[in-house]
């Protein structure tokens, strides 16, 4: 069936704010600095002692301090508002990083929640990037803000964003590493120091390296982004092609050996499996070795994540399957560099898979080894092995295998292999040699210019009984300037691949997208610092030509110097069901072709206030009835200790069959208080009144460093069932683990 968008559009625009294209542009948009600035690490005579004070320490006397930052918002190219000076020194065992922000308000310094890895763009705060191997595409960022909050994270292939969301960059916010912060407000502003073992980056051998490097200062209350190393403003810090150079490091070739054994005690009671109490004891390590400064071995011995925060609750509104995001400390780390394929959509390789069943339940995992990092200047390896126990009727035992090769190219390309594979013990298949799973693939990205990427990739399934249309593939090419951006592609799935040890949201189509965006900084326009008009389209095909999915958007975006944005679309679906499904318990969608409209919007107010609020909404057609969904946010935080964010999921629809006017609500609950940035507690707390489930998270913890540390976690959830008896299950759980550097 052929669907005419532009007629259906035509009808709709009147009530649609558009902005004009014809706005001036603000005569503050400068080309950047063509010239890569660079700066030196100074050996260090004495060690600075970490508290935050780098004028008052003596050991930064021997430091050349580097400074001139430029913006890229609000006044792009434009100088930074106020001062901020980077000092930069080694020891033999750790590099040194002081910067002195300087601030004419001190007053007026915003800092939020200090736990660990909490968001840095809500307040004042200060970056690193550094990109040890010089490979221009990866590394790793060290923050914190002034209160002394430590962030880390690891970017792949220039974590690109979601700009580019066919890419296979990654930002890994999970990543976590040991190392120390300290920061303090003054009458001058505030300052920071940091220590960074060298064991925690990755550097090449040479007796003396030039590291890439930039730094990023922001000053919430202005809404500014300065940086050291000057970037358009479609870029950010993880632009790593185009960060400075830090020369003169002399880098140890010492080979490190950390130890983290864990000790977990739990108390289990009700359930549908667990009736009465149950007690449990575990005991396991982690141990990381540096083969080489750039390779990593990562070993794993009854493996536990009982620290890790519960999963969202989602609701399924549709037929395909839901994503949740991995959150597990062991499999984060160079996650980035193991991604092919779509991300959330079509990943060939999906940790989940490996420790967790059906409906989130754990299955054990008797041990695991991973090496990960660069063999010479330019070729990445991962290897990763993990055995899973089996479960009598549940889950067979499972050894799990991953191979990824990728070679670096010039200007941000490079070409890659991987082989996954899944061999189970047939238990529940009565087969060994049927009991398996493997999935071969082949990808490339190519960079054109400083503005153009191109990405593919290519792969095929291995799975008895299956035969035959078992490939799958794509390319997506995309554009990106500072004020236009296109990205158009094209992918197909066949009926029968099947990656076990992937995720898929569907299977059996061909897809098309294309995007198209304007960014527009006007010039003293009602304090608007930037508009964002853009439309985008993604359709969906089965091999017969039948439609099952299609969705053009056509999207206004605003956002003022204050942080408030403001988005108002339109958008034109169809939906051709091939099967009947069951929508909500009792209700199904017949098979037909739904054609619809609909009005979304999205409204954030200045996330850097104490007080702020969110909506999303969509107002439309819903297969073949009406659907009006609001999702309200309410955020709210005091000083750096307390925050909280209530949210609420709810949709009021009607469909034109029986028991098709109905609701659906969930609402979610987070609170975190920090009596340190190390000592925290956190709640989550989640109703989802469609299937009458309430789940509680509660989780103490108090770290040494990186996620090690004591942790208390109590776990709740009451259901119904799904029509059996109502049950409800607790669980208590304290673990104790602690980071033991054998030898550096």
Sequence with gaps: MRINYFKRLSGLLAGICFVPFSLELSSQELTTQSVTPSTTAFPLEDIPVID???????????????????????????????????????SEDSLYIGVVAYDDDPAGIIYADSRRDSPLDETD??????????????????????????????????????????????????????????AKISDIGWSAEMEIPFTALRYSSDEVQTWGINFQRNIRRNNEEAYWAPLDRQYNLYRVSEAGFLEGVRAPRQ???????????????????????????????????????????????????????????????????????????????????????????VELF??????????????????????????????????????????????????????????????RSSIGFMMVERDGDGSLLNNKDEDYNRTFAVDGRWGIGDETLITSWAARTDTPGLSGRDTAGGVLASYNSPEWEFRGGYSQVG?????????????????????????????????????????????????????ESGRLHIDSALEWESGTQLSTAINLTQEGVKEPFEIVKGVTVPVDEYEHEEVSFRFSSDPGAPLSFGLRGNVGGFFGGDRVNLEPTLRYRAGEKFSTELS???????????????EVNLARLRFSYSFTPRISIQTLVQYNERDDVLATNLRFSWLQSANAGLYLVYNEVDQSGLGAPRHNAQQFIIKYSRILDIFN
């Design 350 to 411: 999906f940790t989940r898979r490996i420790g967790v069943g059906a409906g989130g339940a754990q299955l054990p995992i008797e041990a695991g080894a991973r090496l990960t990092g660069k063999v010479g200047s330019s070729t990445n390896i991962g290897l990763i092995g993990m055995r899973t126990e089996g479960l009598d009727g549940i889950a067979p035992e499972n050894d799990f295998s991953v191979v990824r090769v990728s070679q670096d190219l010039p200007n």
């Design 648 to 662: 609420w999921i709810h949709s009021d629809i009607d469909l034109p069959i029986p028991g098709g006017d109905f």
């Design 125 to 182: 705060s200060f970056q690193v990037i550094i990109d040890g191997l010089l490979d221009r595409q990866n590394g790793f960022i060290f923050g914190t803000t002034p209160s002394g909050l430590e962030y880390d994270a690891q970017i792949i292939n220039e974590a690109t964003g979601p700009r580019f969301r066919g890419s296979n960059g990654a930002v890994n916010i999970n990543w976590d590493t040991t190392w120390e912060v300290a």
């Design 52 to 90: 935050g004070e780098v004028l008052n320490d003596g050991g930064w006397d021997v430091v050349t301090p580097t400074g001139g930052f430029s913006q890229v918002r609000p006044d792009e190219g434009q100088p930074a508002s106020q001062k901020t000076e980077v000092y930069v020194g080694y």
């Design 255 to 345: 080979r490190n050996l950390q130890f983290t054994p864990y000790a977990l005690s739990s108390s289990s009671r009700g359930g549908s499996i667990v009736s009465g109490l149950e007690s449990n004891e575990e005991y396991g390590f982690d141990v990381k070795y540096s083969v080489t400064p750039s390779l990593t071995l990562d070993v794993t011995y009854n493996t536990d994540f009982a620290q890790v925060e519960a999963d969202d609750l989602q609701v399924n509104l549709d037929r395909f399957s839901l994503f949740f995001p991995e959150k597990r400390p062991f499999f984060l780390e160079n996650a980035g560099q193991f991604a092919v394929g779509i991300p959330r959509e």
């Design 495 to 547: 009926e029968n691949f099947n990656p076990e040890v992937g995720f898929l949201q569907r299977k059996g189509f061909r897809k098309f997208e294309g995007y198209a965006a304007r960014t527009i900084r006007p010039d003293n326009f009602f304090g608007i610092l930037e508009l964002h008009p853009h439309i985008d389209y993604r359709g969906y095909w089965d091999f017969d030509g039948f439609q």
